[in-house]
């Protein structure tokens, strides 16, 4: 099947950039999910990416997207502690990714 | 308020004993869907439905069965668990598929097979 793959953890120093990576193999998804899971909570939907864009860009997120790579990346601006979290990738069909898990240290 | 919700939170039974995990939505979402989550594996999908009477399978459909008799409702059913099937759950509902519409999830429910 077709495979969306993300590492599994990322530490920053608050007031960092973080940037979370994801690659995805379904050359035909339109769009693209950035899912955020706080710990003891479900999934909620951080932001999406259509296909024919190549970045997106709300408040500190920015979204890239590389089709012809098909890597689509997450970069938050001065993260918070309030950031620490599970990040997931997914792809249209909503195929997931492992998620990657960010720390934040003071 | 909008929200998807599933119960129990938390669930610990021993194997071969029938087990129902509940799941409603309130929202008047067409699509449903279960997932599991595991540790570097992260969320496989189990079951989804396009709508009333419409399910079909989705990675890891094994050892489960769900229904869809009603809109609002999308019970998962484990008929025999297994300690393979100890997990995380998530139930999550949209308005529609094919792209551009958020998933929301329920808070999930951790089951143990001993």
């Known amino acids: 099947g077709e495979d969306v793959e993300q590492s599994l953890f990322l530490s920053v120093r608050e007031g960092d950039s973080s940037v979370i990576n994801c690659t995805y193999t379904d050359s035909s998804s339109t769009y693209l999910y950035w899912y955020k899971q706080e710990p003891g909570a479900g999934l909620q939907l951080l932001t999406y990416i259509f296909s024919n864009m190549d970045m997106k860009q709300d408040q500190r997120l920015t979204v890239l997207l590389n089709k012809k790579d098909k890597h689509l990346s997450l970069r938050i601006a001065d993260t918070q502690t309030g950031d620490s979290a599970i990040y997931f990738c997914?792809?249209?069909?909503?195929?997931f990714g492992a998620g990657t898990r960010l720390t934040v240290k003071p | 308020e909008a929200q998807v919700t599933q119960n129990p939170r938390y669930l610990i039974t021993v194997t071969g004993k029938k087990l129902t995990v509940t799941c409603s939505q309130n929202m008047n979402h067409e699509y449903m869907s279960w997932y599991r989550q595991d540790p570097g594996l992260g969320l496989r999908q189990i079951y989804y439905s396009m709508n009333v009477e419409v399910t079909d399978k989705g990675d890891v459909p094994e050892g489960y069965k769900v229904s869809r008799k009603e809109k609002r409702n999308f019970p998962l059913i484990l008929e025999s668990p297994s300690p393979n099937q100890t997990s995380l759950y998530f139930c999550?509902?949209?308005?529609?598929?094919?792209?551009?519409?958020?998933?929301?999830f329920g808070s999930g429910t951790q089951l143990s097979v001993l």
């Open positions: 997914a792809e249209g069909d909503m195929r």
């Open positions: 999550a509902s949209s308005p529609g598929t094919g792209g551009g519409f958020e998933l929301f």
